[in-house]
């Protein structure tokens, strides 16, 4: 444990990739097997079911510290971290761990068995773990038991450092990683060990327990330039960009494996599909995009939604959000890869498995196994016109492959080149109405907002500031609708797009103009009006406004634009989508 203790507090205090990359070979070449291999399960995106509470971790750290409630909180409310408050506020540990026991021996005998522990039993373990531990190995512990462990290193420098440490390469290092991030994978000895192996050791895929593992996903670039200094059309593969969950198909030893991209296993979520594609020939690997599908047209995001995060999916919720997985590449063929042939080549095959399977793949008289269409146009100016046509298409703009790119690596432009040509956002401007402090280097600047438009316009600029005045003033919403005031409508939460300047000059105010506090909440008088961005709206019933917005990003600052200028919730509906209408 204080090995990797000492690896996470060198990561999170350095910027410098080279640093990073440095110090995991460093950890990697002097750590036991077993403890690295949980080391690349959590630095590569793994995260086990929470084993304990938060409120738990919370009550046991006041009982433990002593301290009243109101002083944890503005520690906490300073810190902004509650892992990094609990582990300075506990007295020193009484005892040392044992030095032998690493990562892996924490994780099987303290950190796992508290999942299934009774309240005053776990309780009682969480201290005796506090009690020798020191404080950066308390913020660790906290950490991983509460579900919050992340820290600014990518998979991709994972990678880099496995790769350099076995002198192999980094694709090599990239494929054999794929699922050992999935919650339902417990990290051995022997899966990291099987990471270096030398080329042609196919110990691991000889392992039953990572029999399914898809390939690396190959990512695009947003287009930032125009279109046309990509050169000829005809070099490009053109596609609609759906906005479903990117996934792969992977049939192997008689069963269907479903992956999303961010390496989790969600085949019990999409039931229909492994029923769909049981009879596909063996080692074949597709990649694609699961949506729900109604008629002949994918349905919004939201709809998809219901489907996520399930352990059982219903037959009603299969019949009213029936899903598809619609094809974009085919990555491998009875047992042979065929990600470094050429996109053109990997085209063609994907359309000739589609003519053989698409009919065959077929649950309750529809078939969930649709091809990517490919888009023909003659030129740039053609594509233009046709791309003004995504969102009522409910897709979000073109994908452009060139078609002699091989299927690379995460986001690389070493195999040929991908990218996504995406629709402008929607935006609408909005009211920043609470504000919460950020995390980690912004714990101390309130970075994360709550925006909100007028219900209904204000009648003027006066209008407008009585109900500013009014909301200073420490006035109730419902006297001053009963008093003939417009409301404003929270609708959408936003933490990125400023600069940090900009961050500092909106904390400024939110400090001057907070009028309440509810928990980590401030409540600010409505005097910012913010360009916001997103990619798609749709109905809600869990939001007071009646909308949610996907993606949202602050684009700018209106300090141009009153505050009886922002807009108003018909605005928002205005943007629905026609089946989302009223």
Known sequence: MKQFAELFTELDGSTSTLHKVQALRRYFDHAPAEDSAWAVYFLSGGKPKRTVPTRTLREVALQVSGLPDWLFEESYQAVGDLAETIAHVLPMAPQKSDPSHGLA????????????????????????????????????????????FRVGVSKLLVTRALAELAGLDAKL?????????????????????????????????????????????????????EPENLGAVAKWLVEWKYDGIRAQVVKEAGQVWVWSRGEELVSE?????????????????????????????????????GRLNRTVVSKKLMLE??????????????????????????????????????????????????LSQRVQASSWVELKLLREESRARGVEGFMLKHTDSRYGVGRTKADG???????????????????????????????????????????????????????????????????????????????????????????????????????????????????????????STRHKSGVAVRFPRMLRIRHDKPLHEADHLAVLEALLPPENAV
């Not at 990290?187 to 099987?194: G, I, R, V, Y």
């Not at 050429?342 to 649950?363: G, I, K, M, N, P």
């Not at 919460?436 to 006066?462: C, I, K, M």
């Open 105 to 148: 021996w924490w994780m099987r005998h303290r950190i796992l068995p508290l999942r299934n522990m009774p309240d005053e039993e776990r309780i009682a373990a969480v201290q005796a773990c506090w009690n020798e531990l020191a404080v950066n190995e308390r913020f660790l512990f906290v950490k991983l038991v509460g579900g919050g």
């Open 173 to 225: 290092v990239a494929t054999r990683m794929m699922g050992f991030a999935d919650g339902s994978n417990l990290p051995t000895a022997e899966q990291f060990m099987a990471l270096l192996a030398p080329p042609g050791d196919n110990s691991a895929g000889q392992d039953s327990s990572r029999l399914g593992q898809p390939l690396p996903f190959f990512l695009a670039h947003p287009l930032q330039e």
């Open 269 to 305: 979520q999409f039931p229909e599909l492994q029923t769909a594609f049981a009879h596909w020939p063996e080692g074949c690997i597709l990649d694609g995009e699961i949506l729900v599908w109604h008629g002949d047209a994918p349905a919004g995001f939201n709809a998809l939604q």
């Open 321 to 370: 959000s029936p899903v598809v997985f619609l094809a974009y590449d085919l990555l491998r063929l009875s047992d042979k890869n065929t990600v470094d042939q050429a996109q053109w080549q990997r085209r063609t095959a994907l359309e000739e498995f589609h003519a053989e399977y698409h009919t065959q793949s077929t649950v309750n008289s529809m078939s969930r196994f649709l």
């Open 417 to 539: 080149l991908w990218w996504k040509w995406k629709i402008d956002p929607m935006t609408v401007d909005c009211v920043l109405v609470y504000a919460q402090r950020g995390h980690g280097r912004r714990a101390s600047l309130y970075t994360d907002y709550t925006f909100a438009v007028w219900e209904t316009p204000p009648a003027n600029a006066a209008q407008a500031q009585e109900v500013a005045q009014a909301i200073a003033n420490g006035e109730k919403v419902d006297d001053t609708v009963a008093r003939g005031l417009p409301r404003l409508v929270p609708f959408a939460k936003a933490y990125s797009g400023l600069t940090d300047d900009e961050f500092k000059e909106v904390d400024r105010v939110i400090r001057k103009h907070t009028v309440d506090k509810f928990g980590p909440v401030r409540t600010v008088v409505p005097v910012l009006v913010f360009e916001l961005g997103f990619e798609a709206i749709s109905r």
